[in-house]
C-alpha cells in the first residue's frame, strides 16, 4: 500500500468552520479571529506537533477557551492595593452595575424632561460635589495627568507655572510631569531646591508673566531630614492679592480625609487651606474608575470646561457612571482593603495555610500607585516556594503573588473573602505542578 502523507488527513479550513460548536462562536468572536484559531490548529499538525485526527477537538477547544478579550482578571495577593500593573482600583459592585447599564444609550448629556441637552456627567458632577462640599464646582477629565495638561494648558499656555524643584516628580513608566506641564505650551518657572523650597522663593518669582502656581503633592516617594515646604495657606497669602490660580495636585483622590492615612492629602483640606482647584485621579484612592477631577473655584472650572483641550480629554460615558456610583455607592474594594481588619486576615490566612500545611508569616501591605510612600499596613501572608510564583501567575485562576527574598508570599488583604477558596484551589494545583515537575527532573 502507498505511504499516504498525514498531513493530507488534516481537515480543511471550511470543514471545520462548518462545526456547529465554530460556527456558534462566530456570533461571539470576529471571523478573522476565528480562522486564526482554526488556521493554528492546522499548523500544529502540518508541524507534526499533534495528529491530524487531533485538530478539530484542538479547535473546539481553541474556541470555547477563546474570549473576545485577552485580559484576565487576576487575583491580586501581593498585599499594594492600588497595583498599577492589575489596572489600579478594582470596581465596586454598584460601580461594575453602573457601568454595564450605562453601556447602552443613555442620557450622560441629555435631559429627558425636556428632551434638550445637558452638562454632560451632571450625576458624577453632583456626587463629587455632595462629597466635596468645599467645591464649587468638579469636572471630570480623562485621568489625572490630562486635569494637569488641561489646568496648565488653559491657565499657563504661554506663561509660567510657577513650582517647587522639590515636587518635579516622575509618576511612573517613565512620564514626569514637568516635561508634561511643558507639553502644554506652559514655561516652568522652578523655584527653591530639591529639599528645601521657601516662601520668599514663590515670592521672587511672581510676576506679570506667571499663569497659575502649582503645589504637587510627592505622592510616591518621601524626602526626609533637612527639608522644608511651603504650605497652601501661606501660598494663598501670596496668590491672591493678584489673583493667581493656586493650584494642588495631589494625586492620591481622597476627596476628605482618611484618619489611617494622616499624611494623605485630602481634596477638601487642600481646597480649605486656599487651593483654587485641586487635581485628582479616580483609580487610586478614590477607589473608582480612571479618571481625572478637577474641584475648586467656578470660575476656573467653568473656564477649564470650555477651553477646546476639554473636549479632547473629556470622560466617557462608563467611568463617568462608574465614577458616580463609587463616590455615591458603598465603601469600594480599595477603601475596604485599607481598612481590612488585621484580626480578619490572619484567620482568613491561618485556615488557608492550615489546609495546604504552609507557614503564616507577618507581612506589611502597601497603598501603592503612587499614594502613601513608605506606609505599611500590617498584615500577614502565606509563605511558599519562590517556584511557585509563575505557576500562579499562568494558572486559571491567574493569581498574583509577591515574590520577596526567595519565597513566594500571598497577602490576602486585596483579595475579596469570597476568593480565598479559590486561592487555596490554585496553590493546590501550582503545588501538585510544581511536585510533578520536580519528580520530571528527579527521575
Ligand atoms: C498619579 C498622579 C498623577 C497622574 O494621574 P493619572 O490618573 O495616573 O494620570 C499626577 N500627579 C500626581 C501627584 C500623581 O500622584
Same mark, same amino acid.
Given at each position: 500500500m502507498d505511504h499516504v502523507d498525514p498531513r493530507r488527513l488534516i481537515p480543511r479550513t471550511n470543514d471545520l468552520l462548518a462545526l456547529p460548536a465554530v460556527r456558534e462562536a462566530r456570533s461571539r468572536l470576529s471571523e478573522p479571529v476565528v480562522r486564526d484559531l482554526v488556521r493554528d490548529a492546522q499548523e500544529k499538525a502540518r508541524r507534526g506537533d499533534i495528529a491530524p485526527g487531533q485538530v478539530e477537538p484542538a479547535v473546539l477547544a481553541a474556541v470555547a477557551a477563546r474570549s473576545a478579550t485577552t485580559l484576565r482578571p487576576v487575583l491580586n495577593a501581593t498585599g499594594v492595593i492600588v497595583h498599577t500593573n492589575l489596572g489600579r482600583a478594582p470596581l465596586s459592585a454598584a460601580a461594575v452595575d453602573a457601568l454595564v447599564a450605562a453601556s447602552g444609550y443613555v442620557d450622560v448629556e441629555l435631559n429627558l424632561a425636556d428632551g434638550r441637552r445637558s452638562r454632560r456627567g451632571a450625576g458624577a458632577r453632583a456626587a463629587l460635589l455632595a462629597a466635596c462640599p468645599a467645591a464649587e464646582d468638579a469636572l471630570v477629565?480623562?485621568?489625572?495627568?490630562?486635569?494637569?495638561?488641561?489646568?496648565?494648558?488653559?491657565?499657563?499656555?504661554?506663561? /509660567?507655572?510657577? @513650582?517647587? *524643584?522639590?515636587? !518635579? @516628580? /516622575?509618576?511612573?513608566?517613565?512620564?514626569? #510631569? =514637568?516635561? +508634561?506641564?511643558?507639553?502644554?505650551?506652559?514655561?516652568?518657572?522652578?523655584?527653591?531646591?530639591?529639599? *528645601?523650597?521657601? +516662601?520668599?522663593?514663590?515670592?521672587?518669582?511672581?510676576?506679570p508673566a506667571t499663569g497659575c502656581v502649582l503645589k504637587v503633592h510627592p505622592s510616591n516617594f518621601r524626602v526626609e531630614g533637612f527639608t522644608s515646604a511651603v504650605g497652601l495657606e501661606e501660598l494663598k497669602s501670596l496668590t491672591a492679592a493678584d489673583g493667581i490660580p493656586l493650584v494642588a495636585d495631589l494625586g492620591s483622590g481622597l476627596l476628605a480625609p482618611d484618619p489611617h492615612l494622616p499624611h494623605e492629602p485630602d481634596a477638601a483640606t487642600a481646597l480649605?487651606?486656599?487651593?483654587?482647584?485641586?487635581?485628582?485621579?479616580?483609580?487610586? !484612592?478614590?477607589?473608582? =474608575?480612571?479618571?481625572?477631577? #478637577? #474641584?475648586?473655584? *467656578?470660575?476656573?472650572?467653568? *473656564?477649564?470646561?470650555?477651553?477646546?483641550?476639554?473636549?479632547?480629554?473629556?470622560?466617557?460615558? !462608563?467611568?463617568?457612571?462608574?465614577?458616580e456610583a463609587t463616590v455615591a455607592g458603598g465603601a469600594p474594594p480599595v477603601v475596604q482593603a485599607l481598612h481590612a481588619d488585621i484580626g480578619t486576615l490572619q484567620r482568613r490566612t491561618e485556615r488557608l495555610a492550615a489546609a495546604l500545611g504552609v507557614p503564616v508569616v507577618a507581612h506589611a501591605g502597601r497603598v501603592g500607585g503612587g499614594g502613601a510612600p513608605g506606609f505599611a499596613l500590617p498584615g500577614w501572608a502565606l509563605r511558599l516556594p519562590e517556584g511557585l510564583a509563575g505557576l500562579l501567575r499562568t494558572g486559571d485562576p491567574a493569581v498574583l503573588p509577591r515574590v520577596h527574598s526567595g519565597s513566594c508570599l500571598l497577602d490576602l488583604r486585596c483579595v475579596p473573602e469570597g476568593d480565598d477558596d479559590r486561592i487555596l484551589e490554585a496553590v493546590r494545583k501550582a503545588l501538585a505542578a510544581l511536585g510533578a515537575a520536580d519528580a520530571g527532573a528527579a527521575g
Open positions: 477629565v480623562n485621568n489625572g495627568a490630562a486635569a494637569l495638561v488641561l489646568a496648565t494648558t488653559a491657565l499657563a499656555a504661554g506663561r /509660567e507655572v510657577v @513650582v517647587s *524643584r522639590g515636587e !518635579l @516628580v /516622575e509618576i511612573g513608566a517613565g512620564f514626569r #510631569l =514637568p516635561d +508634561l506641564i511643558e507639553s502644554t505650551g506652559a514655561v516652568l518657572h522652578e523655584v527653591g531646591t530639591t529639599n *528645601r523650597t521657601h +516662601l520668599r522663593d514663590y515670592a521672587d518669582a511672581l510676576g480649605a487651606s486656599g487651593a483654587d482647584v485641586v487635581i485628582a485621579s479616580g483609580d487610586k !484612592l478614590l477607589g473608582g =474608575p480612571q479618571a481625572g477631577l #478637577l #474641584l475648586g473655584r *467656578r470660575d476656573i472650572i467653568e *473656564r477649564l470646561s470650555r477651553h477646546p483641550l476639554a473636549r479632547a480629554v473629556r470622560a466617557d460615558k !462608563l467611568s463617568l457612571a462608574a465614577l
